[in-house]
């Protein structure tokens, strides 16, 4: 029964995060020259700012063991999962495959992210999208992008 | 004052200026009204577009489609009772029951004027001062410099909603990737973890779309869409002589409010537009009017949030500091063009700077000629289904970013911001302080690096130069006044238990 403990769950995930994020960041910027006050080296701003947030971290880490909070939403995973893999469709396809295809394909799989998913609707929106910006941003702009293989 | 106001016309007055004007206006209307997108997203995706245009056509643009999307934010808070923007929240209450009421036409006109009224004056106010502020500059060292920025901070953290404490923590987190990439003096890669399309920092654009464009379509294909948009034909457009009593001395109280909140780092249209509300209940004969279709909270609100959008630029242009995101977005627009923002700018460039002021009223005026006629069109927007919406910003989001650098690893960086800003989101926390801090972080570590210097090292700087101590002190009472009551509160929680 160890999840009745956490009384603020949302909090308590914050915590760790920044303090997680605080102790890697301060162990690096250990390792930094650190200077003197006087001049200051790389890795004595970073040593700040991350102890600080460490500090923040404990601070919400006490608060979220004291008093009760909301608890954690669901996740989206079907959004999180197709809307970040379109953006790796773009970025990973537009070198080898062109501007075209990129938009076609990234707009595809975007559209999974939506409940409901409509093909037809969702195809003709990239190849909408592609032409658009084609038209935009090479014709009319000038932009160095290849449009085709 | 005249001079560099013509010096203004005449550059803002070029076809081609006015054309940009115009689209900025256009954009940052329909941006306001779409839901879910907001002026930082968009400012950003089209950021790298505006390195191939003239630095002063790119800043009237961006800076057009900031108050457009003012303008655009109330239409559809006022038909809809879904507020566009964080600033026409407060218009909504009051703006959606008249609309109910049959009165959406005055509220709409009501709205506009006032915005039209406070944005003359603050475009006034910003001729006026900013020759002043630019001397009150060349007072300043490093050191007063150092402690702006950590009073900017402060401000922008505790006036950001929810938990002031994981505000802290975003202001932070901010700072911590501002160190990303080579440091300035020595030339030491931190935190590159061996990209060396890390070297020269994470890009703004790049952190911007990724927090506020993608992970914000994450947050809103989890919300399904409800709206109810108020279907009467808006009979009578221009409101009646008694509403117009009513409304003008709101009017010009929110203007003064927003234009001296404005200034303020931190500040902004946002909170303008709650302080004006909260004072016109204050003041009114009839405060239980409020919240039930009083004309004075459309009118007070409208007028602050539009002057206080505009005062945010004075911090910007006399300083170089920007006060909210938005201006972080300009900062960059600035950067881009080479021009290293601050007092200098306005000696050097004259031009850009008395041409955007000028072009920040004709904005205004284009506004009410697009939006008082045209707000059926608008409110058509509105039914734009979202499926259809988000692949189209997530493109440009790409897009954006790419043409930035010519560069894909740095899509890639955007989509794990995408998550990391989805994953905040979840756990309530606000992103804004996140991105200004993220912005102020290279020049506050220069700043402080550059005052210790000067001081040879001594700490004390800070406190014993007086305008420095003002500030610093500011900065702490401010953080002890929101601080104070969460430790009592929390304090009478621990003893209830």
Request: net charge positive.
């Amino acid at each position: 029964m160890k999840r009745v403990m956490l009384r603020n769950p949302q909090d308590t995930v914050l915590s760790v995060i920044f303090i997680a994020i605080g102790l890697g960041g301060l162990v690096i910027s250990l390792g930094y020259p650190m200077g003197t006050l006087l001049r200051m080296g790389p890795g004595y701003f970073p040593s700040i700012i991350f102890s600080g947030l460490i500090l923040v971290g404990i601070i919400v880490a006490i608060g979220s063991l004291r008093f009760d909070g909301p608890r954690l939403e669901a996740w989206n995973w079907r959004a999180i999962i197709f809307l970040l893999g379109s953006v790796l469709v773009f970025a990973l396809l537009m070198r080898p495959l062109g501007f075209i295809a990129a938009i076609v394909l990234s707009v595809f799989v975007s559209g999974l992210a939506h409940s409901p998913f409509r093909p037809i609707r969702i195809l003709l929106l990239g190849c909408g999208l592609a032409l658009a910006s084609a038209l935009i941003f090479v014709t009319a702009l000038g932009l160095p992008i290849r449009l085709w293989p | 004052m005249i001079d560099n106001l013509l010096l203004g016309l005449s550059e803002a007055g070029t076809w081609m200026n006015l054309g940009f004007c115009f689209i900025g206006v256009m954009l940052g209307t329909v941006i306001g009204i779409l839901p879910g997108l907001g002026p930082v997203a968009t400012m950003s995706i089209l950021l790298p577009i505006t390195f191939g245009l003239p630095a002063p056509t790119a800043l009237i643009m961006l800076a057009g489609i900031y108050y457009g999307a003012q303008y655009g934010g109330s239409t559809t808070a006022i038909l809809v009772n879904l507020p566009g923007e964080a600033s026409s929240v407060i218009t909504a209450i009051d703006g959606y029951k008249m609309a109910l009421s049959g009165r959406a036409g005055a509220a709409l006109a009501i709205a506009a004027l006032g915005s039209f009224f406070a944005g003359t004056v603050s475009t006034m106010l910003i001729a006026a001062l900013g020759p002043l502020l630019t001397k009150l500059a060349q007072v300043f060292w490093p050191t007063e410099y150092f402690s702006l920025m950590v009073l900017g901070l402060v401000c922008c953290t505790i006036l950001a909603h929810g938990s002031v404490i994981k505000s802290i923590g975003m202001t932070f987190l901010g700072l911590a990737l501002g160190t990303v990439g080579s440091d300035v003096t020595s030339g030491y890669l931190r935190f590159t973890f061996g990209f060396i399309d890390l070297s020269d920092g994470l890009d703004f654009v790049t952190v911007a779309t990724g927090l506020f464009g993608i992970a914000e379509i994450l947050r809103n294909l989890e919300n399904p869409e409800r709206r109810s948009i108020v279907t009467q034909r808006i009979s009578r457009l221009w409101p009646s002589k008694t509403e117009f009593a009513q409304a003008w001395p709101a009017v010009v109280r929110g203007t003064a409010i927003g234009s001296i909140l404005g200034t303020l780092p931190g500040g902004g249209a946002t909170l303008s537009s709650f302080a004006s509300y909260t004072l016109e209940k204050k003041l009114s004969a009839h405060p239980e009017k409020f919240g039930k279709g009083a004309i004075e909270g459309v009118a007070g609100p409208e007028s602050a949030n539009n002057a206080g959008a505009q005062a945010a630029f004075i911090p910007l242009l006399s300083l170089g500091i920007p006060s909210n995101a938005v201006m972080a977005v300009m900062i960059g627009a600035l950067m881009i063009q080479g021009i290293a923002p601050g007092p200098m700018v306005m000696s050097q460039q004259p031009a850009l700077f008395w041409g955007l002021i000028v072009s920040m009223w004709i904005g205004n005026a284009m506004l009410l000629v697009i939006n008082l006629p045209m707000v059926g069109l608008w409110v058509r927007l509105l039914k734009v289904p979202y499926d259809l919406l988000y692949p189209v910003v997530l493109i440009f989001c790409c897009i954006g970013v790419y043409t930035i650098s010519n560069n894909t690893f740095f899509i890639i960086v955007m989509a794990c911001f995408a998550l990391g800003g989805y994953i905040l989101l979840k756990l309530e926390c606000e992103l804004a302080p996140l991105l200004l801090s993220f912005v102020l972080s290279p020049l506050i570590e220069e700043n402080l690096r550059r005052a210790l210097l000067l001081s040879r090292g001594d700490p004390m700087t800070f406190v014993t130069r007086p305008i420095s101590l003002g500030l610093l002190i500011a900065a702490v009472l401010l953080l002890a006044m929101v601080c104070l009551p969460y430790i009592n509160r929390t304090r009478e929680k621990a003893f209830a238990e």
